[in-house]
């Protein structure tokens, strides 16, 4: 199970950090991602991060303004969000995929979601 928490109502400009938890699944053993899914919108890969946290790739829209890292001993990964633009509104999923290889941005990769949580973006 995982867990994803963090959301909430926020104005332009400002940050935000999403946490993703492992209940009864040990983290440490996935490559983990973020993405975000808005109304009518197909998922969006927006970050994923090695196992061992030595590497990270990030979604062309997020890159330079979000950011991924992880903390197996706590067996949690965030995403720090900074310069919030209006069209990050979304629901936020973070996902688990066995392949520790690579750094997938395909949802159809990752095997374990969380269930989301709703961030949104307005003045």
């Known amino acids: 199970q995982l867990q994803a928490s963090g959301g909430g109502l926020v104005q332009p400009g400002s940050s935000l950090t999403l946490s993703c938890t492992g209940s009864g699944r040990a983290l440490s053993s996935y490559t983990m991602a973020w993405f975000r899914q808005a109304p009518g919108e197909e998922r969006e890969f927006l970050g994923g991060?090695?196992?061992?946290?030595?590497?990270?790739r990030y979604g062309d829209s997020v890159r330079g303004r979000f950011i991924i890292s992880r903390d197996n001993a706590g067996n949690t990964v965030d995403l720090r969000m900074n310069a919030l633009r209006p069209e990050d509104t979304a629901v936020y999923l973070c996902a688990a995929s066995p392949n520790v290889i690579t750094i997938n941005s395909l949802p159809s990769m990752y095997t374990h979601w969380g269930q989301g949580t709703l961030v949104t973006v307005s003045s």
């Open positions: 991060i090695t196992w061992k946290g030595d590497r990270t």
